[in-house]
């Protein structure tokens, strides 16, 4: 089997599956695991450097706050033929994050060569876990997908055990420095499976851009930095647009030390099962309870120690 992924998450999602050496092509950003995709060759590139730019640059550029404006990613179609995969492995959730839909589609139905098109588009943390099946399937290995769905799902029981009964912090999720933007999809139910209260965004809830006066309304006892495709060290280079608004050292989670930098493409922005890792490391921000390994510093840090 030849597998083409154009979509982190469905790469990790392969090698979750245990089919790394069948994967012929990835996307510039699949870096997971990186001994496994470190050879495999890249069949995107991104239009721009997002280093180089501020939030808002690449907000404005990818089409400002619709987010319906150009993908950060181009197809190379002809890399994409050469390798003539069986399966390509897409999604059709977001323009911004991934190589749109219509352009992988486009590119597909030009190879003669019967290669399958498999979109994921999962909102909620189940159908997260579901996709572990439904590329099982299709990679003819669904048994081995059901046990790990049924793996993950045990550790995500353990952290709601550890957890049940504890105070429930009030947490914002923010997945956008600017405009600010609050986690959605599956994020709430990460913080919910963790033992806290989500505001500002509903579980499955495709969000849009809030104003800064809805989050010191909210007066979370907890805010949680995990901007999309930022490691934690970009973030931490832009955390003035946080620290710089009016009000910001009124917040309960800021008086209370409560504000957290996360590895939002690790953990908390991309669909694949590295979801559950997440809630494991917000059982630890917020209940210092280790419900798998222990929490890195690279995983979670305080914004203060950032700081400091």
């Known amino acids: ?10 790469t990790d999602i392969v090698a979750e599956l245990g089919l790394t050496a069948d994967l012929v092509g990835r996307t510039h950003e699949c870096d997971w695991p990186p ?14 450097s997002a280093d180089t730019l501020s939030s808002r640059e690449i907000s404005d550029a990818v089409g400002g706050a619709s987010h319906t404006g150009s993908s950060l990613y181009t197809l190379d179609t002809e890399a994409l033929a050469a390798l003539a995969p069986d399966v390509v492995l897409t999604q059709d959730l977001c323009d911004v994050c991934a190589v749109s839909y219509s352009s992988v589609s486009k590119a597909v139905r030009v190879l003669d060569a019967g290669t399958k098109m498999l979109s994921l588009e999962p909102r909620t943390l189940d159908e997260v876990l579901d996709c572990l099946v439904t590329v099982g399937a299709q990679l003819g290995v669904r048994e081995r997908a059901e046990l790990r769905r049924a793996e993950l799902r045990t550790r995500l029981a353990k952290v709601e055990q ?43 809830e495709h969000t849009a851009p809030m104003e800064w006066s809805a989050v010191r309304a909210a007066r979370p006892d907890v805010i949680l930095v995990l901007p999309c495709g930022f490691s934690p060290e970009r973030t931490l280079r832009e955390r003035h647009v946080l620290t710089e608004l009016p009000g910001w050292d009124e917040l309960p989670a800021v008086r209370n030390d409560a504000v957290w930098i996360l590895d939002g493409p690790a953990y908390f922005n991309r669909p694949g099962p590295r979801v ?15 419900a798998g390994d222990p929490v890195t510093a690279g995983e979670a840090m305080r914004l203060s120690a950032a700081d400091g």
């Open 1 to 10: 089997m030849r597998i083409v992924s154009l979509l982190p998450a469905a």
């Open 162 to 204: 550890l957890t049940a009964g504890r105070p429930r912090p009030r947490v914002v999720a923010i997945e956008w420095l600017d405009p600010l933007w609050p986690a959605g999809h599956w994020v709430p139910e990460q913080i919910s499976c963790a033992g806290g209260a989500p505001l500002l965004a509903a579980p499955g």
């Open 276 to 290: 559950v890792r997440g809630a494991e490391v917000l059982a630890h921000v917020l209940h210092s309870v280790d």
């Open 35 to 48: 001994e496994a995709v470190s050879g495999v060759p890249a069949v995107t590139a991104a239009e721009f």
